[in-house]
């Protein structure tokens, strides 16, 4: 079993963490997760002013995955009390904004509160926010530089949704980010065929779940080529083989988040099983299926 590990500027209680968005919305899920086995925790992504969210549904549970389109629901500035109780802890706040001002503001309000920023620049369904900026390297650029300079450590989640996703990857290295995240949720749509209507009150949305795994496992496969910051692998991993795959990849860590859907002990699961025997060799495998 390893000692924590340190990714991207943050001291990980071990490999796993909890995925933004899931189970991340009060201090009280994410201190359970931590205590449930998760290295490290993600927030609900926290935006410059209050949002409802979209009206529902929301959240359809499919046959290999989840498709979501909760419309970045968030209190905003109110959230930051919530994590007081989670000092020290390995918590990161994701964050989102419409350009480079409000992220830096936005992660301003966290800063000295948490061990990094995990900018959302990734949501595929969210006008004028995520994906929108994320597929542009300048501005991915910019507002990572944005956050760097509040002091935090800048974690950048990227968005599977475009063609070439190391184009976006080098321009958050160069705004100065301490890992990426690969990769949010895949643009996507179902229709029920009795209501004839989309099943989404937004009408499309991100799915996540396994039925996206082999798309992380390319796109990490590909920035791990592009970039020298550390990568954190992330979409519809469920199981330790899964994060070993991720890791050879090229990830130095994975976040976990529609498992949490089905099985609240799933960390514990993973990690007992990842770390049997002589443990992750983490330092051997990572990268290791490169070259
Ligand atoms: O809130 C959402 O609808 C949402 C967000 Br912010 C995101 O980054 N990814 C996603 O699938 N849904």
């Known amino acids: 079993r390893p000692g924590p590990v340190n990714v991207g500027g943050v001291e990980l209680q071990n490999h796993l963490l909890l995925a933004a968005g899931v189970l991340g919305t009060t201090g009280a899920s994410l201190s359970r997760m931590l205590l449930l086995g998760a290295g490290g925790v993600v927030t609900k992504s926290i935006g410059p002013l209050p949002k409802e969210g979209h009206s529902g549904p929301c959240l359809v549970a499919l046959e290999d995955g989840l498709l979501n389109a909760m419309g970045l629901p968030n209190p905003s500035k109110e959230f930051v009390d919530e994590l007081a109780p989670l000092a020290k802890k390995p918590v990161v706040a994701s964050i989102f ?103 989404l009150g937004n009408r499309y949305g991100g799915l996540s779940g396994t039925a996206i795994f082999p798309i992380a496992v390319r796109c990490v496969y590909e920035l791990y080529e592009a970039v020298k910051v550390p990568i954190i692998g992330c979409g519809g991993v469920s199981t330790a083989d899964n994060v070993v795959e991720l890791m050879m990849a090229g990830a130095s860590a994975v976040e976990i988040g529609s498992a949490v859907h089905g099985d609240i002990q799933v960390f514990e699961k993973i990690r007992a099983a990842l770390y049997a025997k002589d443990g992750v060799m983490a330092s051997e495998i990572v990268g290791c299926a490169h070259g």
């Open 97 to 199: 904004g419409g350009n480079p001002e409000e992220f830096a503001e936005v992660a301003g309000w966290f800063s000295g509160k948490v061990a990094a920023a995990e900018l959302n620049l990734s949501c595929p369904h969210a006008e004028g926010y995520g994906a929108a900026i994320g597929s542009d390297p300048a501005l991915v650029e910019a507002c990572t530089r944005a956050v760097v300079r509040t002091g935090l450590p800048a974690w950048v989640k990227l968005t599977p949704n475009v063609t070439d996703i190391t184009a976006i990857g080098k321009a958050a290295e160069k705004g100065g980010a301490s890992a990426i995240v690969a990769v949010n949720t895949v643009k996507a749509m179902r229709i029920s065929t009795g209501l004839r209507r989309p099943v």
